[in-house]
């Protein structure tokens, strides 16, 4: 059965880069596309970007600008970085497996942007 | 962005209810919608794939319909383990968009 864990600091300050990693157990990284999905509190779904195994990203035009996404095969990992963070960053944060469907995800880790 | 549309919002119903959930798409997505239940502090769980496939492992009283622009998410004969919120996620293009969510709660 494939898992993935988000993991990373919990707080971070305005400006500050938030980055997150999801490490993926019981199969491997190398195919399908790898997806980042935020949730604010109270708000809906908000897709990131993803990554193919191949490393190619495909990243959301609203956060173009801000956001990074790679991955390391050899540890099974793919990242997550959100550069300038605001309070409106502040959210659950989940990592998925992209099936054409998101057949599997991280429970999610919250993230609070705060001084 | 291709918007998506879901109604109602929220919705009360009792055990062995027929809830439906509707969601419409901003343009044609063909069959590329996906049905997600979710519940507080767990991971969401993908009940219908592709507009009407079962994913596997689910109950078959999910069930989805449609084409185009418009879908329908059906449970028949709600159970306790039902009550959560349920959403639509439209994979024809990037960047993936979902609808609000659909809180089904106990009447």
């Known amino acids: 059965q494939v898992q993935l864990q988000e993991s990373g600091p919990g707080l971070v300050k305005p400006s500050e880069t938030l980055s997150l990693t999801c490490t993926v157990s019981?199969?491997?990284?190398?195919?399908?596309?790898w997806t980042w999905i935020r949730q604010p509190p109270g708000k809906g779904l908000e897709w990131l970007g993803d990554?193919?195994?191949?490393?190619?990203?495909r990243l959301n035009p609203s956060l173009k600008s801000r956001v990074a996404i790679s991955l390391d095969t050899s540890k099974n990992q793919f990242s997550l970085k959100l550069s300038s963070v605001t309070a409106a960053d502040t959210a659950v944060y989940h990592c998925a497996r992209d099936n054409g469907r998101y057949d599997f995800w991280g429970q999610g880790a919250l993230v609070t942007v705060s001084s | 962005d291709i918007q998506m549309t879901q109604s109602p919002s929220s919705l009360s119903a009792s055990v062995g209810d027929r809830v439906t959930i509707t969601c419409r798409a901003g343009q044609s997505i063909d069959t590329y919608l996906n049905w997600y239940q979710h519940k507080p502090g767990k991971a969401p769980k993908v009940l219908i794939h592709?507009?009407?496939h079962l994913q596997s492992g689910v109950p078959s009283r999910f069930s989805g319909s449609g084409s185009g622009t418009d879908f329908t998410l059906t449970i028949n004969s709600l159970q306790p383990e039902d009550f959560a919120t349920y959403f639509c996620q439209q994979s024809y293009t990037t960047p993936r968009t979902f609808g609000q969510g659909t809180k089904v709660e106990m009447k």
């Open positions: 990554i193919y195994y191949t490393g190619v990203a």
């Open positions: 019981g199969g491997s990284i190398s195919t399908y596309y």
């Open positions: 592709d507009a009407s």
